[in-house]
């Protein structure tokens, strides 16, 4: 059996917690998540991944809004801040089929929170007018196909290096007392290069240094060790796992706004394409019957 079926095994009856259950037990704070988003095909498919997002949308406790900090909004110099009432979907991708760039995900934003994350971000970030990139709306979707909660994204500023990314996170993390939930959308490995389609989903990595980067990363968010996870140019296989940084600085977000919590719940782990790592991660409170 492959570990992502095994982990899903172990977490699906935690996540299929009766709802009713659920709603005596809010806890004090929302917690933060880190998803492996991966290709954007992922938002017509119906598998093991989409199915633990699905559920997690279920049980976790509603939330007033949605923060999401994806790989694909990248400035320069700037922290930029969503802030459209009525975001549209952006299909920021080519060769995929009709059915998915005809696909919309009309959730509503919220300029109200916009301004109040602006104000936390401090001189570092502007608000901006922007649609929803396929790094949150095809997560959104399995999570909260209703579109009924409002959502806002921010930029990640590809000038700057690990350390400051965990900061605007932790800047960011009040928020959750607020009843936002903040996730990073990106991928612990990403290497689009050496991907092979032809591999089935949600299965072991192709490359020895993808499993090993994915495992050795895992291992360090287990001990929080977020000073070493933040310098990813010395991490061992960070050449090959990440060429680029985008998909890994979301994580440094997460790790952020998460700074008073513990090592994180693993949701999800597996790869798609071989070299794409689609581990998901809870930071803070599982509701719990």
């Not at 602006?118 to 001189?123: A, F, I, K, S, V």
């Not at 605007?168 to 092979?196: F, W, Y």
Request: hydrophobic share 45%; aromatic share 8%; proline share 8%.
């Amino acid at each position: 059996m492959d570990p992502g079926r095994r982990l899903l095994l172990k977490i699906l009856p935690l996540l299929s917690l009766a709802p009713h259950a659920l709603a005596a037990q809010k806890p004090k704070r929302m917690p933060v998540l880190f998803i492996g988003h991966g290709s954007p095909m992922n938002a017509l498919k119906n598998n093991d991944y989409t199915r633990v997002l699905n559920m997690l949308g279920q049980r976790l406790p509603k939330p007033r809004a949605i923060l999401v900090i994806s790989a694909h909004w990248q400035t320069d110099w700037i922290t930029a801040v969503q802030s459209d009432e009525h975001p549209e979907t952006l299909h920021d991708f080519l060769g995929f089929p009709d059915e998915l760039d005809n696909m919309q995900y009309p959730a509503p934003g919220a300029p109200e929170l916009a301004a109040r994350a602006r104000d936390l971000l401090g001189d570092a970030a502007k608000l901006d007018s922007r649609g929803y990139d396929h790094g949150a709306w095809t997560v959104l979707k399995h999570m909260y196909p209703m579109a009924n909660v409002p959502v806002i994204q921010i930029s990640i500023d590809m000038m700057q290096l690990g350390p400051y990314h965990w900061l605007l996170g932790k800047a960011l993390s009040s928020l959750r007392d607020e009843g936002v939930l903040i996730i990073g959308s990106g991928n612990i490995v990403h290497n689009l290069r050496q991907t092979d389609d032809r591999l089935p989903d949600d299965q072991v990595a192709s490359q020895g240094w993808a499993q090993r980067f994915d495992d050795m990363v895992a291992a360090l968010l287990a001990r929080r060790d977020d000073r070493r996870l933040a310098a990813l140019s010395s991490l061992p296989y960070a050449q090959d796992a990440m060429p680029t940084a985008d998909h890994y600085w979301p994580l440094m977000y997460a790790l952020g706004a998460a700074y008073t919590d513990g090592g994180p719940m693993t949701l999800f782990s597996g790869f798609q394409g071989g070299t794409i790592s689609m581990r998901c991660l809870l930071f803070g409170t599982m509701p719990r019957m």
